[in-house]
């Protein structure tokens, strides 16, 4: 029911399909978030016209509202919120350590108080794969324990072998053929560690694998270095995932060495607040330098917002508190990145990924960035 396709590689970077239930993931590939199955400003209908083949929905936010068994009841995730391509479901795991208050950790699993009423939950690897069972998603995620950076190798040490465990834990409990479950590489930014729990999930085996744990305050450097140190250990046959990576920069250096699957909060919380990609940089839209500016958020791109709308319009909206102001900055910026994963994956088939690689971040730092928000959650 899964089958990874390697079709072509330019240097590290690849081009595949991923095969699913519901449609083809074609690779790379730029994987909006919706966190609490919806898609923040977006239709179902426009994410499609987009290019969207596969989007996020997170296991800790639905567990706790609506409930999986709502979910499972309306028919599974992809029927209650009206989306007919491929869904993954990440674990929770991030979630439960970085928004749960009271959270304590044990081998067993997290007991933790929830953000949204208070209320005590008791979160295990089981638990994790029973709630992405009954939501129904194309892939479901490990439950794993992610560390903040920097991180003590103690520390780190303690969480690879605790991800490990639940990793087998995961994988035993797991029994949804039309799902595929992924393994997630932690180890911070100790390159023994992360070669270990890479090798460690491979013997567990998986259909693809992730990489965690990144995106959290490190350097980019040290990002890229990470996956220089796990390009050659993760299977050439499967896909492989870099979890929470969202600035165009990071996922065309991700790409060319070896990543697969980026998504992140970004583009869509970046919107809302009026920060927008373009093919020379970041833009914040509601700077006075726009407000007679009438030529589109960037020449460049063929989206909707860019095909009939001028930055002193958009800027005017986000002043005037209107909500299409975050509809077209989010429409644009997911535009945005699914778009240039598509350019960079025609690259790699043609065989001139190198160039392209060189031409966008050239000109993606010629002029900087106005503005940058920090991802979250949500």
Not at 38 to 45: C, F, G, L, Q, R
């Amino acid at each position: 029911m899964f089958e990874f396709n390697l079709l072509a590689e330019c240097g590290g970077a690849r081009a595949g399909e991923f095969v699913t239930p519901h449609g083809v993931i074609e690779t790379p590939v730029f994987m909006p978030v919706g966190t609490q199955a919806a898609v923040k400003a977006m239709s179902p209908d426009e994410l499609a016209e987009i290019g969207a083949h596969v989007i996020l929905g997170n296991t800790y936010h639905l567990y706790l509202r609506p409930g999986a068994g709502i979910v499972a009841e309306a028919g599974g995730l992809h029927k209650f919120m009206g989306w007919s391509k491929a869904i993954l479901t990440d674990s929770g795991g991030f979630q439960v350590f970085s928004l749960a208050a009271l959270r304590k950790v044990t081998d067993d699993g997290v007991e933790f108080r929830s953000h949204v009423d208070g209320s005590a939950h008791f979160m295990t690897p089981e638990l994790s794969i029973d709630v992405q069972e009954k939501l129904g998603s194309d892939i479901a995620m490990c439950f794993d324990e992610c560390v903040k950076l920097p991180a003590e190798e103690a520390a780190s040490r303690s969480a690879v072998e605790r991800t490990l465990k639940w990793a087998q834990r995961c994988r035993e409990r797991h029994s949804r053929a039309d799902q595929a479950l992924f393994g997630i590489a932690q180890g911070a930014l100790f390159d023994g560690q992360r070669v270990e729990c890479a090798r460690r999930l491979i013997e567990i085996g998986f259909e693809g694998y992730a990489i965690g744990g990144l995106s959290v305050g490190e350097s980019a450097d040290e990002m890229y270095h990470t996956l220089d140190i796990l390009e050659p250990e993760l299977p050439k046959g499967s896909p492989r995932y870099l979890m929470g990576v969202g600035m165009p920069d990071n996922i065309i250096e991700a790409v060319s060495r070896g990543v697969d699957m980026f998504d992140c909060v970004l583009p869509t919380r970046n919107g809302r607040n009026g920060t927008l990609f373009t093919s020379e940089g970041s833009v914040n839209i509601k700077n006075a330098a726009y407000e007679r500016d009438f030529s589109p958020i960037d020449a460049a791109c063929e989206c909707y917002a860019c095909r009939n709308f001028s930055r002193a319009y958009i800027r005017h909206l986000h002043k005037a508190g209107e909500i299409l102001a975050s509809r077209l900055c989010t429409w644009h910026n997911l535009h945005f990145l699914i778009n240039l994963t598509k350019r960079a994956r025609a690259a790699i088939i043609d065989g001139t990924f190198r160039d392209f690689r060189a031409r966008f971040l050239s000109s993606w730092h010629r002029n900087g960035a106005d503005d940058v928000y920090i991802p979250g959650d949500a």
